[in-house]
């Protein structure tokens, strides 16, 4: 039985104090999943200072924070590192009704790619997976964002899967198996001559191209 050891992201002593605990249980870290994350919406009149903070803790600072303390770890193993951020397609395109989650997605994002630079030289890879529409098997839509991203479209909830399976280019919903596979694929030596690159699991979204 592996004990997990739980953090909480936007608090500094926690993830310092987590990542040290982790070193001493298992030896030390070798790839880092940065994965926190929440859903909001609501339009920019109605977005309180509580609800951008919130998604700023979590999705920024917390990404934030996780890396920082992965990296110390990597330079003093020695022996090079991974991280790779679950950000979101709206970290590339932009989104109705969620100023607060996009943006702290794009800062995800952009940290990703300071990380990358920052970690070459020591061999540490830094990627992005950016899934959309991941509604079966997903927490996110099991609480008022589904109700919420349904009126900023104007639909019954009911519709949402649809409108999202048929907006892609590719016409195909996309599953949590599928962000899985992603997030394998930088996190294994498939990936070992790639950092500082995106994954898009959107089934295809011109809106999210990276050029």
């Not at 001493?24 to 940065?34: A, K, M, P, Q």
Request: aromatic share 10%; net charge negative; glycine share 6%.
């Amino acid at each position: 039985f592996i004990r997990p050891v739980l953090i909480d992201v936007t608090s500094e002593h926690q993830v310092i104090s987590g990542f040290a605990e982790t070193a001493v249980e298992f030896g030390g870290v070798d790839i880092l999943v940065s994965n926190a994350g929440l859903a909001s919406a609501a339009p920019i009149e109605e977005t309180t200072l509580e609800l951008w903070n919130k998604n700023m803790d979590i999705l920024s600072t917390g990404y934030f924070l996780v890396s920082r303390e992965a990296f110390r770890l990597f330079r003093v193993q020695g022996i090079g590192g991974n991280v790779v951020f679950v950000a979101s397609k709206n970290g590339l395109a932009a989104s109705p009704n969620a100023a607060a989650y996009c943006t702290a997605k794009a800062a995800e994002i952009h940290l990703a790619r300071c990380l990358a630079l920052e970690g070459a030289e020591a061999q540490i890879r830094v990627n992005v997976v950016n899934p959309d529409a991941v509604l079966r098997g997903s927490k996110i839509w099991t609480g008022e964002w589904k109700e919420q991203r349904a009126a900023a479209y104007k639909m019954s909830t009911d519709d949402l899967e649809e409108h999202y399976r048929s907006r892609s280019m590719l016409k195909r919903s996309v599953f949590p198996e599928d962000i899985a596979e992603a997030i394998y694929f930088f996190a294994s030596d498939m990936s070992a001559k790639s950092t500082g690159n995106i994954i898009n699991v959107d089934a295809g979204n011109a809106q999210s191209f990276t050029r």
